[in-house]
C-alpha cells in the first residue's frame, strides 16, 4: 500500500518528468552522440523504471552503468538508448582464469538481453590501475581477451571492448606532448592492452576532469579555461608540438594522445568515460557551484556534439563519444563534499540545473546568480566526527582526509599537533 509521503513523492517525479521532456521536446536528434552515466550509490534515487524515463526525456543518446544489472537491462530494452555495461572489478580475475567463466558472465549479461537492449560496449574494470593491485592489473587484458572472444562465439561484432582509465594513469600531463604512461605501469600490462585496443579497433576510455587539476590551484589556471568558455583570450601553446589550446579539457585528452604515441600506437581513438563539474561541495572546495557546472557541460555538449566533429588539436576532426557524470546526485558516495554532487538532476528527478543534451542550446546557466566561491577558501577548516558515524568506517575516513595534502590533520601529527593522542588527553 502506497503512503500518502510515497504517492506525492511519485507526483513530484512524475511533474519532473513532464517538465524536462517538455523543456527539450523541441531537440533534434544530434544528442545520440552524448550518454550519461547512471551510477546509484544512493539510498534515496528514482527506480530503474523511472530513472531511464528520465533518460529518454533528457534525449541521452546512450547510457553507461556499472555493472550489468538484469532489472535495469531488461527496462532499456523497450527504448532506442544505446547501452555500455561494465565487468566489475571484483569479476576480472575470475573470467580471466577460464574461458567458461567469460562465456557464463557473456550468456547472462549480453546473451539474456541482446539484441533488443542495444549493448554497445562491455567495460572491463572501472580505473583498475588507480588501485594498487598488480594482480588485477596483469589479469585485466587476458580478461579483456575473454570476452571479446565469447563474444566473437555468438558472432557478436557490433559490441566493443574496452577499460575506464583516471587520468592518473599517466605520469606526466603538462604539456602534452611530455605526456607519458606511469612507469609503475608494468611494459607487460600497458602495451598488450595497447595492442588489444589497437587490434578490436576499440577506444581507450578515459576519466577526464577539468575540476581537479584547475582546483588544486585555482589561482595558475583560468576558470573560463577549464570551462571551455569560447572567447576567452587565454591560450596554451605547447613549447614541443607547437600544438595551441583553447581549454583544459583538450590539454588533458592530447596527453592521453601522446602519450599512446611514445608506445607506438597513434591510431586508437579516445572516448570520455566520465567528464563532469561538480555543483555543490565542502568550503575548500572551490568552483564547486550550478552556474559552472551548467557552463562546463553547456560547452562540453557543443563541443562533442558538432557537426562536423571539431576533435582536439592533436586530433582534429574526430569524433569523441562522450559520457557525461553523472545522471543523480549520489548521497552514499565517501569522500569529499563534491563526490556526492554531480548529478544533473537531483533526487526528485528534477534538474539541479538546465541541460541541453542535444547540443541546440547554449544559454543554460542564464537563469542561475553568478557564484561567490570560485577563488580559495581563505578560512581555516577542520574535522569533527558525526554523531551517527560507524567506529569500523571512522579510520579508512580519517585516513582519506588526512592524505590531501591540505594541512587538515596537520594537529595530529604525532610530536607536532597540538591535538596529538593520547596527549590532548593528559
Known sequence: MHTMKGLMMKAVLLLSIMSFYSFCSGASNSSNKIGVNYGRLGNNLPSPFESIQLLLSMKAGHVKLYDADPEVLKLLSDTDLHVTIMVTNQEISMIASNESHADAWIDDNVLAHYPSTKIRFILVGNEVFSYNDRQLWLDLVPAMRRIKRSLNKHQIHNIKVGTPLAMDALESTFPPSSARFRSSIPAEVIVPLMRFLNS????????????????????NTS????????????????????????????????????????????????????????????????????????????????????????????????????????????????????????????????????????????????????????????????????????????????????????????????????????????
Open 200 to 219: 578490436t579497433k576499440s577506444f581507450f576510455f578515459v576519466d577526464v576532469y577539468t575540476y581537479f587539476p584547475w582546483s588544486v590551484n585555482p589561482t
Open 223 to 426: 576558470l573560463d579555461y577549464a570551462l571551455m568558455k569560447s572567447g576567452i583570450n587565454e591560450t596554451y601553446k605547447d613549447p614541443v608540438s607547437g600544438l595551441t589550446y583553447t581549454n583544459l579539457l583538450d590539454q588533458m585528452l592530447d596527453s592521453v594522445h601522446f602519450a599512446m604515441q611514445k608506445l607506438g600506437f597513434n591510431n586508437v581513438r579516445v572516448a570520455i568515460a566520465e567528464t563532469g563539474w561538480p555543483h555543490d561541495g565542502d568550503f575548500d572546495e572551490p568552483g564547486a557551484n550550478a552556474y559552472n557546472a551548467a557552463t562546463y557541460v553547456s560547452n562540453l555538449v557543443a563541443k562533442v556534439t558538432s557537426d562536423p566533429p571539431i576533435g582536439t588539436p592533436a586530433k582534429p576532426g574526430i569524433e569523441i563519444p562522450t559520457f557525461v557524470f553523472s545522471l543523480y546526485d549520489e548521497n552514499q558516495k565517501p569522500g569529499p563534499g563534491t563526490e556526492r554532487h554531480w548529478g544533473l538532476l537531483s533526487n526528485t528527478g528534477s534538474p539541479i540545473y538546465e541541460v541541453d543534451l542535444t547540443g541546440t542550446s547554449h544559454e543554460n546557466n542564464t537563469k542561475l546568480s553568478e557564484p561567490s566561491n570560485n577563488g580559495p577558501y581563505n578560512g581555516k577548516i577542520w574535522c569533527v566526527v558525526a554523531s551517527t558515524a560507524s567506529p569500523d568506517d571512522l579510520g579508512p575516513a580519517l585516513e582519506f582526509a588526512c592524505r590531501q595534502g591540505n594541512g587538515t590533520c596537520d594537529q595530529l601529527a604525532p610530536g607536532h599537533g597540538s591535538c596529538e593522542f593520547p596527549s590532548v588527553l593528559l
